[in-house]
């Protein structure tokens, strides 16, 4: 499946001038390299998260924390959410950095008045948990690392809802098709997904 990069409609702050790759700890100028050093680093990082989750409810603060832990060693802007304006990916335009903090507390008030989708059944929680997904990635609060770290944000949301989330069991691109489509509010396609997900 075809792979996108992020874009700015305007300056590209966050790179390295006149490059894609996004300035970081180590110096490194080619992305190759880089996503080569983030994929092992953040592996590890997602491990111990998943031995020990870190505590909160759920809000900004909460998936702010996870992003930071994940890839505070490789960014300086970890844990941060983005700033400039509008930012695509590939035909996909996110929410515009000034409306993140709005729009979280918007999708957190419907996930807190569904008590974060807890003594539902499997059937249910796919199904919500698909429209919650929708929204989240909607939103995509960072400039990179969003489907790493939701996808821990909602495996310890699953989890405190009596599930597991295995996202093994599903290939990448079945899970990148499925987000796209939602995304159009299409969500039956992540539904199916997750029902293999969820266990």
């Given at each position: ?39 092992k680093i ?27 832990f994940i ?39 419907k ?8 003594e539902?059944?499997?059937a249910?929680?796919c199904?919500r ?7 989240l ?19 310890q ?9 295995i ?13 796209i ?19």
């Amino acid at each position: 499946m075809q792979e996108y990069e992020y874009y700015y409609a305007g300056t590209e702050f966050y790179c390295y001038p006149d490059t894609k790759v996004l300035v970081n700890k180590f110096g490194i100028k080619d992305n190759l390299i880089l996503s080569d050093v983030e994929r092992k680093i953040t592996a590890l990082k997602a491990l111990e998260l998943k031995e020990n989750p870190i505590d909160g409810i759920f809000d900004l603060n909460h998936l702010c924390n996870i992003h930071k832990f994940i890839f505070s060693e490789i960014y300086e802007w970890a844990g941060k959410i983005r700033g400039g304006d509008y930012m695509f990916k590939g035909d996909t335009m996110f929410c515009r950095a000034i409306f993140i903090e709005q729009s979280f507390d918007e999708y957190y008030k419907k996930l807190k008045e569904e008590t974060f989708l807890q003594e539902l059944e499997k059937a249910v929680f796919c199904e919500r948990l698909a429209y919650h997904m929708g929204e989240l990635n909607a939103i995509h609060p960072y400039r990179d690392g969003n489907g790493r770290t939701c996808r821990l944000y909602f495996s310890q949301l699953a989890e405190n809802a009596g599930f597991d989330l295995i996202f093994s069991n599903v290939k990448e691109d079945e899970l990148l098709k499925a987000d796209i489509a939602e995304f159009k509010r299409e969500y039956e396609p992540l539904i199916d997904v997750l029902k293999k997900v969820v266990q």
